[in-house]
């Protein structure tokens, strides 16, 4: 398969270091894409599921190993913490391996459009103010997400390629969580969107997205537990949301065209 070539792109909430990362398919899509800049948006090692177990198979180790050696080969690798890894935050600034840490960053696409670039759990209310409810219903999205791991096993076992996450499906079949995510994005857009700035791409919710909110451009890169997505932004400043298999590359409808 040939390999793409962006001009940057946004991964997050990759949770290495639990049982819930899909490493295989994160490493194929860090086989077949490149990028001048590489955005790690928060939530890339599990530091709440590690202080409980640890599990750290091979491919995780194989996921870190593929990112510092970009970083060493030329991609520009920033990292930006999430709450999963929020000690990291400590280290605004400070170099790893050729990878920057900062705590939110404003990216320029090639087209002048400012976006910030957070991973969201800032504005969220639940996350900020009542951590232990947030801990609370991470136990029970794991459950789900347990669940529908046997369930992806089962898919391969008899050749189905289909992406169906049952957290996804529970998420949106229950009002209160359609609301959160609704107001998560509400949110962000009302305190960034008068900051000059055209958008905000983010993290947090598992909830790949790219919409436009009063102006504003919302974007949302998803995860690699369930969607196995991400943001790239092509070489004529377009943005694109692309789900991964190992089979190859599928692109979304979220399209954000030149004249946007």
């Known amino acids: 398969m040939k390999s793409n070539y962006y001009r940057t ?14 490493a295989d398919v994160l490493l194929d899509f860090l086989k077949y894409n490149e990028s ?32 510092l050696r970009k970083a060493r080969h030329g991609t520009q690798v920033i990292y930006v913490p999430g709450n999963h890894d929020e000690n990291i935050r400590d280290y605004d600034n400070y170099v790893f391996g050729d990878i920057i840490v900062k705590n939110r960053d404003v990216h320029t696409t090639v087209l ?12 969220d ?9 947030a801990k609370l219903g991470s136990k029970g999205y794991d459950l789900l997400l347990d669940i529908n791991r046997l369930l992806r096993l089962a898919r391969r076992f008899f050749g189905i390629q289909s992406q169906f996450s049952l957290a996804a499906f529970v998420k949106f079949k229950v009002k209160n969580a359609v609301q959160f995510i609704s107001d998560y ?6 305190t960034l969107k008068d900051g000059q700035l055209d958008g905000v791409i983010c993290g947090h919710i598992h909830h ?13 890169t998803g995860d690699f537990v369930e969607s196995c997505s991400a943001i790239v932004e092509h070489q004529d400043g377009s943005l694109e949301l692309v789900r991964w298999h190992k089979a190859g590359l599928e692109l979304s409808e979220d399209v954000v065209p030149l004249e946007a």
């Open 9 to 22: 792109i946004w991964i997050s909430d990759l949770h290495i270091g639990s049982t819930q990362c899909q």
């Open 36 to 67: 001048e800049k590489l955005y790690l948006v928060g939530d890339i090692i599990d530091f709440w599921s590690l202080s409980k177990k640890v599990y750290w198979p091979r491919d995780h180790n194989t996921v870190i190993q593929k990112i």
């Open 112 to 123: 002048g459009q400012r976006f910030l670039i957070v991973h969201g759990d800032e504005y």
């Open 125 to 133: 209310t639940i996350a900020k103010y009542h951590q232990w409810i």
């Open 185 to 190: 994005e509400e949110s962000i857009v009302n």
């Open 208 to 220: 790949a997205e790219i919409k436009d909110i009063d102006g504003f451009l919302y974007v949302n």
